[in-house]
């Protein structure tokens, strides 16, 4: 099993553009979200989706918007990207079950973006 | 609602000492644990996790933390440090309604010495 991955792994953009960072898991989980990292903020939670269509807001969501038309993928967009969106972000995703699996969350390796 | 503190942002230790990295936690009804670690350029992993019972947790590399509900505390311990253990260390608290609950603390980043 590959866990989870993300696509790109670093990209520089200047304010205005858009991109979509795309994260993908092959262990079938049903949760699924997105992250941003900055330095000593620790992880905070942009978007997150329960299941296959369907979508939520986090802690951060201003700016992002999400997809989840698969199951196995979660599409993070930026429409116009500012430089406050310098970042690293994590995907991460969890099973459905209950208890402590429902929160032990896997993560991807990350993509570093840089806005100019 | 949740909180997580971590003591220090970074922490300093000789290889081979006892590594302490501190996490306290506010939850209004009995929480998940996790501690996650970070290797440089790469995402979190699972160290390990308290739910209930044993409130000593054995993770894994030699990690294990004890769940104190009386001081709100789940430290992080190793009783001797090994060069590979350089890494960045991340408490969080769920309380149990979905992984999009989880808050994480802001991180400790741990130095070994030779």
């Known amino acids: 099993n590959a866990g989870v991955t993300q696509t790109p792994k670093f990209r520089v953009l200047k304010t205005g553009q858009s991109m979509t960072l795309l994260c993908a898991q092959d262990m079938n989980h049903e949760y699924m979200y997105w992250y941003r990292q900055d330095p000593g903020m620790g992880l905070r939670l942009i978007h997150y989706s329960v299941g296959e269509g369907t979508t939520a807001k986090g802690e951060v969501p201003d700016g992002y918007n999400v997809s989840r038309l698969k199951k196995q993928n979660f599409l993070l967009g930026l429409e116009s990207a500012a430089p406050s969106q310098t970042s690293v972000y994590f995907c991460?995703?969890?099973?459905?079950?209950?208890?402590?699996?429902?929160?032990?969350?896997?993560f991807g390796p990350g993509t570093r973006l840089l806005v100019l | 609602a949740q909180s997580v503190t971590q003591l220090g942002s970074h922490v300093s230790v000789s290889e081979g000492a006892l590594v302490l990295l501190r996490c306290n936690y506010s939850s209004s009804v009995p929480p998940y644990l996790f501690w996650y670690v970070q290797y440089p350029n790469q995402g979190l992993q699972l160290l390990l996790k308290y739910t209930t019972g044993a409130t000593l947790v054995k993770g894994i590399n030699g990690f294990e933390a004890e769940f104190k509900k009386s001081e709100t505390s789940f430290h992080l311990t190793k009783p001797s440090a090994h060069m590979s253990d350089a890494a960045e260390y991340f408490c969080a608290v769920s309380e149990g309604t979905g992984g999009f609950k989880t808050i994480f603390g802001a991180g400790t980043r741990l130095f070994v010495k030779a």
């Open positions: 991460a995703s969890s099973y459905p079950g209950q208890g402590v699996s429902r929160e032990t969350q896997y």
